[in-house]
């Protein structure tokens, strides 16, 4: 059995992940032969974590069809035509017996070429907003699974099933995991804006840097582009600190070591809530704007009404917002425990992986027969 994935960026990339462990693991339990599994993208992403499971990769060039006024969507439309050409002799030669999708623009030419050669799909849906190529997939699609309830009106209804967020297991706590209030002498704050990191979380995060570390830990994911500019600009700002020790900052962490570790995480409104939440972990979320992603607004009020987060548009963010939303929820145990209970309401992404796994076996196999 051949299994195509594709998806792009880290909050794509990784739940991916998560479902080819699990196939390898139930391709074992069900004494079948371990399937061949491809990756699709414009980008490797993480060749290493690829390597790792034996996933091989081929590249398919994909352009961006922004919401915004950008040059980039006119020369991106050429490269997007050539990947669906591409796409269509990848997938002839492979011929897998399931295509996998997370979405993005990545995934539209290898979605394409399934089509067109009538591969079966099953797609996978993260936000409360579908984006523009899970939507359109989802019309040919033999399955749909979503990460929220609340993106089930866009698909037809006998193709659906809610089965929360992939999440890789290293990622996962024990079943019997309890988050507890005050356990350190000094909280820790977890500070990730997404895979690429945020300017404008950075900054915010800059400037407020000498107060924070009086009283707190911060970790802080910058973002592997902007790092060199926030350690120039954190040294100096943090030069005669006395507790200068206390801020740790990379381009990019490995968020599996620092979970159990951190009190309270800053972040956007990606797939990171639902790895968030499983570690029970309160949140301030600061979604990107609408007008350059219309999916993460909807992500952040969704978990805000489910009492697991706090939220400060970007056009709202300040350094003195920020820091009494912190203290608010840091420094009222009523407050923090409850939103830390609340994050329970995200288990189901324990078993998401699992779940997409047997189904994408089911299919491969009825195909592959």
Known sequence: MKIVITGAGGGH?????????????????????????????????DEKALF????????????????????????????????????????YRIYPDVVFAKGGYASFPTLFAARVLSIPVFVHESDTIPGRTTKWAGKFATRVALSYAEASPFYPKEKIALTGQPVRDVLIPGEDYERVYGAKDRPVILVIGGSQGSQAINDAILKMLPELLNTYDIVHQAGTEKLDDVKKISESILKDHQYKDRYYVEGFIDVALFYSKVDLAITRAGSMIFELALWQLPMIIIPIPEAISRDQRSNAYTAAGLGVATVIEEDNLSSGVLMNEIKRILDDKNIYKKMSSSCKTYDLSRTAASTI???????????YN
């Open 13 to 45: 990339f990784y739940p991916l992940l998560a479902v080819v462990e699990r196939i390898q693991k139930e391709a074992f339990v069900q004494k079948i032969i371990q399937p061949e599994v491809y990756f699709i993208s414009d980008n490797p992403y």
């Open 52 to 91: 790792e499971l034996q996933i091989k990769y081929i590249e398919v060039p994909a352009g961006k069809l922004r919401v915004y006024p950008s040059l980039k969507t006119f020369t991106d439309l050429f490269k997007t035509f050539y990947g669906m050409i591409r796409a269509i002799f990848v997938l």
């Open 357 to 367: 796994a047997r189904e994408i076996i089911r299919i491969g196999l009825s195909h």
